[in-house]
């Protein structure tokens, strides 16, 4: 009885394990769906987190809708932020003046 018990329980576990590849497989192959759309049409982008100043961006994060891609832009030197301009396309620094 207990060879037949050990027996079952080594299938439970294999069918738990191609259950999991399975869902794995699948998860792929709807993340390759999406990125030949993508490549088709280009991402979907939503911005996400963004950190900065009143006139500086430091951080910005995008997101696909799409894909579920992600990317993000961080600065670590002052000299590369993004400048932030104003709607007659003055950056905020000549307006407002430097921040500290």
């Known amino acids: 009885m207990k060879e037949i018990i050990d027996k079952m329980n080594a299938i439970e576990l294999q069918t738990r394990e ?3 590849k399975a869902q794995m497989l699948e998860n792929q192959k ?3 769906s999406t990125l030949m759309e993508c490549s ?7 911005i996400g987190n963004i950190t900065s100043t009143l006139t500086e961006i ?13 990317a993000s832009h961080v600065v670590h030197r002052k000299e590369y932020a993004i400048p932030i301009y ?3 396309e003055e950056p905020l620094s000549t ?6």
């Open 40 to 46: 088709e049409f280009d991402h979907t982008w939503v």
């Open 30 to 32: 709807n993340l390759m």
């Open 86 to 88: 104003s709607g007659t």
């Open 95 to 100: 307006l407002v003046g430097e921040e500290e």
């Open 18 to 20: 191609l259950l999991e």
């Open 58 to 70: 430091h951080q910005i994060d995008v997101f696909c809708t799409r894909c579920g891609s992600t």
